[in-house]
Each structure stands twice: as C-alpha cells, then as structure tokens.
C-alpha cells in the first residue's frame, strides 16, 4: 500500500524557516516523480514544486521560487521541503504526492499544517 | 501560467442523479487533465488522468471527456459517498488547478 507521511509542520513567525518532509512507503520511491502542493485554510489547491526521481529536473511554484527548496533523499524514501522567508500568506496545509506515471498526483499524504504568524 | 475556470462553483443533486463538473483551460491542454474528489478533511483521490482514464479503483459511475480548452467530469447515478470537492487539474504546462466544485445533496 502506498503511503506518504508528511511531518515537521507547526506555528512560525515571519522570516522564519521551517522545514517539512515527507516519508514514503509501499512504492519504489527512486523510481517516481514527488511534488508538494499546499492549500490555504477553506481555499482550493495551489501547486508548489516537483522534483524528478533522480533530483535532475527541478520546478517551483512563482510564489515561492527563491524562497522554498525541493529536495529528496532516495536512500531514505523522504522528500523533503526548505522554506525560508515565510510570509502570512503561505499559511496552508502541504501535501507531499507522487506524480503518476501517466499524469496527475496519484497518492497524497494526509498534510501537515503550516501556519505564520507573530 | 495556464488558468483554469471550473464551474459550478457548487452543485446541490439528489441521490440517482447524473452530474456534471465543467472545466475550461485557457489554452489548449491537449488532454493534460486530471480530476480529483476531496472529502472533508481528507486529502484529494486521483480519479480521471488524460481528461477520460479512470484511476485504479474509482467506480465507474465516474468518466471524464473532452479536448482542446474545454473538459468535464459525469457522475453518474449520484451516491451519498460522493458528496465532496471536485477539482479538475492541468498537468500540459506547469500543474495548475480550478477553483473547485462543491457538491451536495438536495
């Protein structure tokens, strides 16, 4: 079964840095695609960044490029998110998914919830 | 950026009723178009991929159509299971997706 578990969410000031990762299990992790996708509390889904399965190909969302990183461990199933500068108004839950083979975001995890604040 | 205009914004049908979720790009997609359900508190389930693949394990009640600019998502003979967000997703230039649609029940 596939699973992803996202961790290392929390409350953080303005400025501040954070952060998450994403555990994965129940699939040959070096083999696929991940991506973070957000959702701001009652709002619809925002794409942040992808990451090839080698780390080779890497994008961002324009609303965090320079400020977030994308990483990913294979020999440890994690994927990984660095976010820096945070402001208000990246407050949302982030959900780690594996990009499907054909296309989409096959599996989510369940989210880890970001808020910003003084 | 691609943007995506989903309509209704929410959609209230009774139980049997058959469903229909519209989605426009504003450029062509060339079927780059996924759909997705989003229970409450629960996190969004693939179930159309190519704008008319069903993913593994989504009922059949559920298809996707079109081409071009313009996609839908039929649910057929509605369930009370069903009642939740949809939001369509284009996948042809960097992921972005629509606003959302609430369904409900009457």
């Known amino acids: 079964e596939v699973q992803l578990v996202e961790s290392g969410g929390g409350l953080v000031q303005p400025g501040r840095s954070l952060k998450l990762s994403c555990l994965a299990s129940g699939f040959t992790f070096s083999n696929y695609g991940m991506n973070w996708i957000r959702q701001a509390p009652g709002k619809g889904l925002e794409w942040v960044a992808s990451i090839s399965s080698s780390s080779s190909y890497i994008y961002y969302a324009d609303t965090v490029k320079g400020r977030f990183t994308i990483s990913r461990d294979n020999a440890k199933n994690t994927l990984y998110l660095q976010m820096t500068s945070l402001r208000s108004e990246d407050t949302a839950l982030y959900y780690c998914?594996?990009?499907?083979?054909?296309?989409?975001?096959?599996?989510w995890g369940q989210g880890v919830m970001v808020t910003v604040s003084s | 950026d691609i943007q995506m205009t989903q309509s209704p914004a929410s959609l209230s049908a009774s139980l049997g009723e058959t469903v229909t979720i519209e989605c426009r790009a504003s450029e062509d997609i060339y079927n780059g178009l996924a759909w997705y359900q989003q229970k409450p508190g629960k996190s969004p389930q693939l179930l159309i991929y190519n704008a008319n693949s069903l993913h593994t394990g989504v009922p059949s009640r559920f298809s996707g159509s079109g081409s071009g600019t313009q996609y839908s998502l039929k649910i057929n003979s509605l369930q009370s299971e069903d009642v939740a967000s949809y939001f369509c997703q284009q996948y042809y230039n960097y992921p972005t997706f629509g606003g959302g649609t609430k369904l409900e029940l009457k």
């Open positions: 998914a594996r990009q499907g083979p054909p296309g989409g975001f096959d599996y």
